[in-house]
């Protein structure tokens, strides 16, 4: 039995395996694309299924809140921090080809930019679009993650879960996918991995080329140079939530160290030293000019988690 250890104490309880720590009082900025955030209360690093699904029993049995961490690209985490335990999935990365199918069956915590360029050197299509988005496999399932024209529920074939049950394989008719969205959100099930079916047989130089055209785009059109979260509003029709916002007048508009970014209005930028509620209250701001003017509302695609002042 390992105690669970904070600082060389024993904790609350004990898990039964001597293979890895829960760490108690863990910064949560570094782990985020915004580079905010306080502190979880417990944090895990699962290394293998067995740990993950001993983590979250474990969390089960204490009454803790749980919450899932892929690359934290699609978060913005409160000021306060998060209750309960976090478990970050960046240590599952594993992929198994099957050569006569064309599929790929991908761990949770698998870098997707990582995943598109080793796709694209066997010379399967399918995964061009994904090369420039900084989440996990895990993350990308749940959100529907997409660019350039492909997204996740394109090529998706199955993702396997764990939930209270225990493990179960659900197909895209259970995901009931649609943009940037999933069952899977707001849901306790856990991500473990996911089958992808991919093109396989193309010439891999020309897929490495389309890959790396797929990323050049994307930097040429978006900023990459302060920390962000990707799109902050899901697209609304006929207008981007990019041009709404470029139209209000928004772009550079700024609270606190968290700013509207000049070269795509959809992107809010932590400038240095953003808090996490600069960012919350930003998305209000916009939120409340869009709706005045265009009497439209805005909703987040970014993941908000913890507690913010006037939510
Ligand atoms: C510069 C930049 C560019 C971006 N461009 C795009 C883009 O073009 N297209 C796009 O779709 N997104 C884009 N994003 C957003 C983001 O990368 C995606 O939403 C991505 O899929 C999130 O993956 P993640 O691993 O970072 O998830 P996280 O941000 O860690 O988590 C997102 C949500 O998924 C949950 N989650 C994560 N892993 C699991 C799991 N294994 N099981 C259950 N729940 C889980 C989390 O609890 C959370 O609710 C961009 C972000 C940045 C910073």
Redesign the pocket.
């Known amino acids: 039995m390992l105690q669970l250890k904070a600082q060389g104490r024993s904790l609350v309880a004990t898990l039964p395996s001597q293979s890895h720590l829960i760490r108690r009082q863990v910064p949560l900025a570094p782990f985020t ?1 915004f580079r905010v955030g306080g502190t979880a209360d417990l944090y895990s690093e699962p290394r293998s299924f067995d740990e993950l699904s001993e983590c979250i029993r474990w969390a089960g049995s204490e009454y803790l809140p749980v ?9 913005l985490i409160s000021d306060a921090g998060l209750r309960g335990l976090v478990v970050s ?1 960046r240590f599952l990365k594993k992929s198994v080809f099957d050569e006569d199918l064309g599929q790929v069956t991908v761990s ?1 915590g698998t870098p997707l930019p990582a995943l598109s360029r080793r796709l694209a050197r066997r010379g399967w299509q399918g995964f061009e679009w994904a090369v ?5 496999l ?3 399932v ?2 529907n ?3 350039h024209g492909g997204c996740m529920a394109d090529r998706l074939i199955s993702a396997k879960v764990l939930g209270p049950e225990g493990l179960e394989l659900w197909t895209p008719e259970q995901l009931q996918y649609s943009y ?1 969205m999933s069952s ?2 707001a849901s306790a ?3 473990v991995d996911a089958t992808l079916q991919l093109l396989p047989g193309a010439n891999p130089e020309q897929v490495m080329q389309e890959t790396n055209a797929a990323l050049r785009q994307r930097k040429s059109s ?1 900023p ?1 140079d302060r920390p ?4 902050v509003f899901r697209n609304p029709s006929p207008h981007s939530a990019g041009w709404l916002i470029e139209q209000s007048g928004l772009k550079g508009y700024q609270i606190g160290n968290a700013q509207i970014a000049h070269r795509h209005a959809n992107f809010i930028l932590n400038c240095g030293g953003a808090r996490a509620q600069d960012i919350f209250d930003l998305i209000h701001h916009v939120q409340g000019e869009i709706a005045d003017r265009w009497s439209l509302m805005l909703h987040p695609e970014v ?1 908000m988690l913890g507690e913010f002042q006037g939510s």
Do not use: E, F, H
Not at 67 to 75: H, P, W
Not at 132 to 136: K, R
Not at 228 to 231: H, K, T, V
């Open positions: 694309s919450t899932i961490l892929g690359s934290g690209s699609n978060l999935t949770a420039g988005i900084p989440g996990t895990g993350g990308a749940v959100m993650a997409g660019a940037r899977l959100q099930y856990v991500v978006q990459y962000s979260c990707g799109s993941k």
